[in-house]
């Protein structure tokens, strides 16, 4: 993580909502001074971003990487931590995911080199949509 650039994410986007340093020290509770040094890169930003996505609803991946909709942020916007999901839930949840990312990867594949009949195909596919909808009992 480049600090100066979260920094410059957050500075554009108190820009973009129309709020000062100090107006955003005085909501969140952090002083201007520090608010300051984050965004010139000079601190840690996560403790600001942080508060920042909890007053505006601003995506953390996007303050933080410059992209939205990532991961964290599905984690983050649903609560999953908050709902108790334990770690082994967590475990459980991330074998799912990357057992389904490597069945899209062989279909991807099997399209690409055009070595099955599509009838195959669209078995995987039916397959792995059966998955996602019903077949998660974590």
Known sequence: MDRSEVGMRIKSFLKSKK????????????TQSIISEIISGKRNPLPLVEKICEVYGVSRDYLITGEENKLSDIIANNNIDENGLSHDDKVRLLDKLESLYERHQAILKTISDATKESGDVLKEIAAINKLLIVGTNI
């Open 19 to 30: 709020v000062t340093q100090l107006e955003l020290s005085q909501k969140i509770g952090i």
